[in-house]
């Protein structure tokens, strides 16, 4: 599908909803409002639709408040533009409401995207969904403004773990640079990100470290995030994006995982819900794994959602250690 193709049918389509995956991080964030704000100043009557939660450190972006949590009433909708979800189900629970609408258009960058939609603009070569809105409003000759600016650094930044991930191309370069001159300021969007942080949090991280288990080769790390560590930190968690790093920056490590515990059954014998986040270096597939348990992603970064008890988990996925 050429991106020609799709931006023609945008010019007829007049009320879209955008929308990006549940739980969003900095790249569905940015990629939403970047494009949110240029359909709105090319005159489209655009609703912004995330199921949250939005974490606190992007509440700083222009142009936040237009986000809403719920999808309001599906039938005013001709078109919806589904972003950085590899399928539509990412997007949270509005899901079957929104497949309602007419045409339905996938902006993605996962290697595992599924094809959904009428029209599909998918690219596991952009570094992030955020660069594709980028070519997408710069092809309609959409001026960028400077809320567009901030919010597709923003995303391109988030993805690319600031320029160090093996996504981090010229073209993440490129455009990071034109966002800049076109008035997004890079010092103050790290500020937001990165240097602002809670007492809880930090307490958080200290019981997070001590959490972290390797396999008996040392090639596999897996840290463990708890209802319990939250409560006896008093955190309220709404982005954990990023810590896994800390497990994958152990010297050998080639496979890093984070099992984040989400909701607990009253009995421990029941086991709880956890999201499973994973992380490698080149030679590990880490969407292979995540796809064998019903997630997707990339091939460095990737997850799944499943219910299990917490050593049962640990002893399944330290399994993959010994293949590394
Ligand atoms: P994270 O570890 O931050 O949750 O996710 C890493 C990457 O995998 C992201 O690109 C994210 O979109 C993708 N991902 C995480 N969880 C799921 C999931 O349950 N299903 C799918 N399809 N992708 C996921
Ligand atoms: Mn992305």
New binding site residues.
């Given amino acids: 599908m050429s991106i020609q193709q799709i931006i023609e049918y945008l010019k007829k389509s007049k009320r879209l909803l955008l929308a990006s995956?549940m739980?969003p991080?900095g790249d569905a964030i940015g990629a939403l409002i970047s494009l949110g704000i240029a359909l709105g100043e090319y005159k489209k009557t655009v609703r912004l639709y995330n199921e949250g939660p939005i974490p606190a450190v992007y509440q700083f972006l222009p142009s936040l408040h237009l986000i809403k949590n719920t999808v309001g009433d599906i039938t005013e909708f001709d078109t919806a533009i589904i972003l950085?979800c590899?399928?539509l189900h990412?997007i949270g629970e509005a899901a079957t409401e929104v497949s309602k609408i007419p045409v339905i258009i996938n902006v993605d960058h996962?290697m595992?995207n599924n094809r959904f939609g009428n029209f599909q603009f998918v690219d596991p070569d952009a570094s992030s969904t955020a660069e594709m809105v980028y070519r997408l409003i710069t092809q309609m000759e959409i001026p960028i403004n400077t809320g567009i600016a901030y919010s597709i650094y923003t995303g391109i930044m988030a993805d690319t773990g600031s320029f160090r991930f093996a996504n981090t191309t010229p073209e993440a370069f490129e455009i990071s640079h034109k966002m800049v001159q076109a008035g997004a300021d890079p010092h103050k969007v790290a500020q937001h990100v990165y240097e602002t942080t809670s007492l809880n949090r930090i307490k958080l991280l200290h019981m997070l470290y001590e959490s972290i288990e390797l396999s008996p080769n040392g090639k596999m790390s897996i840290m463990t995030l708890t209802q319990n560590m939250l409560n006896a930190t008093g955190s309220k968690l709404d982005d954990?994006?990023g810590l896994?790093n800390y497990a994958k920056q152990i010297e050998n490590v080639k496979l890093a995982v984070?099992l984040y515990e989400r909701r607990r059954s009253l009995c421990i014998k029941h086991g709880s819900d956890f999201?499973v986040?994973?992380?490698s270096d080149d030679g590990v597939n880490v969407a292979a794994i995540?796809t064998s348990f019903?997630?997707?992603?990339?091939q460095n970064?990737?997850?799944?959602?499943i219910h299990s008890k917490l050593p049962e988990l640990k002893r399944t996925l330290f399994h993959f250690s010994k293949n590394l």
């Fill in positions: 995956h739980r991080d950085d590899s399928d990412r996962h595992t954990v994006n896994i984070l999201h986040s994973l992380r995540a019903g997630g997707g992603g990339h970064a990737a997850g799944f959602d």
